[in-house]
């Protein structure tokens, strides 16, 4: 069952530079149960997309066209009011730096209880305390009702992130925004969180989009992958697809570009160039000129994200290659 | 011939209250003439530490660092400076470590106006070959870090440690910053130009694909000691320390099918201000008994050294992680690598 769907999302930010779209046509979907990976690099587009679901883009940023349909209704036709009980109630998010994301001067246990408190007005502090006890324990924060008391600082990065997804997890939300949730963490600290949020999913049937860099997570996490470059959906698949049966020449050039821990090569095949900025996109296919298979016509009109094998979309000409 | 570089029980403690933080203590190592060792272990685990005693950018609390053979704990500071031409560093962060007030041809000229390198001209010319090797244009030698990308930052930062000619590079983490795509452009200019250079490297990271992919020898790191330290496919292939085993088994792989294969290992670091006794690891340890709890284990020597009480009764670990990847996309990802060389040719 569907629980999000993204339809033809632009998000636009006006700039001195002129109108800048972020995002610029996105679709995508979320199942229930179901983890979407959102892959890209920085300025991809990916985290501003999360914001736009959101309903949490700051100035000059808004979402000037297409729809965000959460279990049927269009989050974009509500009132910043509204917006508020979905944040936290149905979408809870998680961010990537844990140390910078929770307030240093209150308490874990203050922060976990101040979303229920928004949601649930009426609740005593001694219930809120307890619920938000429990939230901590699922996440295995060992002994957490003496946690509950400590601040951001005596935890370690692990343990704030977890405290991160118990904040995220407090209202029971349908769906989870995880934006790079691992990224900070050291490998074995991921794995922990990676299992954790693997177990909540299969023990809520909350549907999660991830947003990350590392396609190893994505491997490992992932039931359908979406890659992004420059603003838009380059490649849309079934997670073992992406692997098997890469299409588009940006996911080619992604791996290619990540070594391999099972593997001997002297080189890594590199994209060459950079991301360019997005007042800097170029018309046409926004990949094109770092793209070794571009022909002309690629740099004429952007190509339509198109099914080319089943249930595989890619954005790109000379796909299948 | 001596080692480029020895390191003898390195340590270095930061007072804190009654006790100390053992932030590296005890660590030796020997990096050859043109080799990468690499230091690997997660946050907190000295490696970063020791890479700034090895080029005494710190000070020792113990031990010794001997580079070509003389003890550079002994230098006075006209000395120093002399082997600080030897010796450079990348560091992680191209946005922290470059002046945001100088211009780029400044900055990599910069070192070798310290140690009195050339003419001004002279210099000059360097510095535009260096901006040429690391992938630059010689116009943008006028510009301000801003005016960069993370990529061409870290580039500036490598044209930088190269000026003077350095036989050692530490690199700290140096592509963990940047983006996928753009840390392969990066460590294959490292590779190029230790090929072209017969440069050493001192490797610092956590990214174990990326130390697999840049470095001869491993040395793995926890709680200011080292563990294991191996020629690089033997310590893939054949982890001994129960940690390296842990890291490795936590590595995410690019490959849906071993989708659960990843088993994480319990528990936190211990704080390095009250190191546990005996083996630093047995906290976390599947295989911990009596003895690791009391003593410290001693490295076991040789080519593949392990400090563990129990490496010689250690199950084997099972087969190496052989990945899966499907015939599709290696038929595609040579397309591309064939496309982008023949591109990259055609300019």
Redesign the interface.
Known sequence: MTLLSVENLVTSFRTSAGEVRAVDGVSITVERGQTLGIVG??GCGKSVLSLSIMGLLAHPGRVTEGRVMLEGRNLLDLSSRQMRDVRGREIGMIFQEPMTSLNPVYSIGYQITEAMRAHDPKASNAELRARAVAVLDRVRIPSAARRFDEYPHQL????RQRVMIAMALACKPKLVIADEPTTAL???????I??LLRELQAETGMGIILIT????????MADKVAVMYAGRVVERSA??DL????QH?YT????????????D????????G??PPPFAWPPGCRFAPRC??SVEACTVSPPPLREVAPHHSAACLEAP? | MTHLLEVIDIAKHYPAGKGAVKAVDGVSFTLERGETLALVGESGCGKSTTARLVLRLIELSGGTVRFNGEDITALSPAELRRFRRKAQIIFQDPYASLNPRLRVGDTIMEPMEVHGIGTPAERRARMEELLGLVGLAPYHAQRYPHEFSGGQRQRIGIARALAVQPELVVCDEPVSALDVSIQAQVVNLLKDLQARFGLSFLFIAHDLAVVKHMADRVAVMYLGRIVEVAEKNALFDNPRHPYTRALLAAIPHPDPGRRGHVTPLGGDLPSPLNPPPGCHFHTRCPFATEICRKDDPVPTGGAHSVTCHHADTLPPMGAAYQGHISETAVRRLALYAEASAARAGAE
């Open positions: 690099e920085s370690s990065g692990g343990m050291d490998v074995t600290v991921q794995a922990q990676l299992e860099h590392d396609l190893g997570v994505i491997a490992e997670s073992a692997f098997d049966d890469p020449p080619l050039g992604l791996l290619g570009s990540i070594p391999r821990v099972d593997e090569k002297t080189r890594l095949t590199a994209i060459e950079t991301v070794p298979f290659l």
